[in-house]
């Protein structure tokens, strides 16, 4: 058998697990609970919603903790800080770890801030299973658990300007790589699940990647009125976790960022601004089927 015809069988495969998922959200409605930023939690409650999934915030670690039990998987945002969470974030990441249950960080503002670097340096010991984040808080991830060996320069110059990415998501390759590799290692050490069992990274921009360490996957598309609404980032997150809850963390994290480029071309065409914008969102979100999520153009690096 030709190269070509297994990379196609590949991704032939690949677009026919992408399809399970979404309809298995919808089919199943999973609980994926979230540690939001609280500025954006409504957005992610009901993108997740919308998506199919089903929604519980917190935090408070013994409420996550437990919540974990019954649900699919869980998502954790680091995105406007409080005091206590510089205690709060590591003791659920590991007990997450412990418990053996799939999560979904997002690093938002990576570098910036002693709390925020000090509670990002502490789940390099209790990873997470997927990591979805802009390029410059992939960068600044890799750089901080000292993965990135392809840095050229500061570090320090990778910081997010705020939560925007002052990187393009081409750069942020081998950071994403590196970082899918760590986190896969460390889950086959850990983990009772298939050792075979890849974890991702997924890494939003004009045209996101997703990676498992292995093979990387471009996904052009979406809408530049994504950057005009707060929590467009922040939700994907959340829905990653809703497809973590019924899939494996590359045909999720693939899931939820073609989902979310079908459905922002979509409401692009029918909003006139962001707050409409964010509104045809959700119902794309709703309405886009399994098949168009399934059929979006993935590119093979």
């Known amino acids: 058998m030709s190269d070509d015809s297994s990379a196609n069988d590949a ?64 998502y954790i945002n680091v995105g406007t800080l409080l005091p206590f969470y510089k205690d709060a974030l590591p003791e659920i990441a590991q007990r997450l770890n412990y418990l053996d249950k799939p999560w979904v960080l997002d690093p938002v503002a990576a570098g910036i801030g002693r709390t925020r670097t000090a509670i990002l340096q502490a789940f390099k010991a209790a990873p997470p299973t997927m990591i979805r984040a802009n390029a410059s808080e992939v960068i600044a991830l890799a750089n901080m658990w000292g993965l990135n060996t392809e840095t050229v320069g500061d570090a320090s110059e990778h910081r997010p300007a705020g939560v925007e990415s002052v990187d393009d998501v081409e750069s942020a390759t081998g950071a994403a790589v590196a970082l899918a590799q760590y986190l896969t290692e460390q889950h086959a050490k850990h983990s009772s699940h298939d050792a075979s069992t890849r974890c991702a990274v997924a890494v939003s921009g004009i045209a996101d990647l997703v990676t498992d360490g292995e093979t990387v996957y471009r996904l052009p598309g979406g809408s530049a009125m994504m950057t005009k609404i707060t ?71």
């Open 11 to 74: 991704l032939g495969a690949l677009r026919a697990a992408i399809k399970q998922a979404v309809m298995d959200v919808r089919e199943q409605t999973p609980l994926a609970q979230s540690f939001t930023n609280f500025v954006t939690i409504n957005l992610v409650a009901n993108a997740q919603l919308a998506a199919g999934g089903t929604a519980a915030m917190s935090y408070l670690p013994d409420d996550v903790i437990a919540t974990a039990e019954i649900a699919g998987s869980n």
């Open 231 to 301: 929590g467009a980032g922040c939700s994907l997150g959340g829905v990653a976790a809703t497809y973590l809850a019924v899939s494996d963390p590359l045909t999720a994290a693939l899931s939820a960022s073609l989902l979310y480029n079908r459905a922002g071309e979509v409401a692009d065409t029918t909003s006139h601004g962001p707050g409409s914008f964010q509104v045809a969102f959700l119902d794309a979100l709703w309405n886009v089927t399994a098949e168009q999520v399934a059929k979006s153009e993935i590119l093979v690096q």
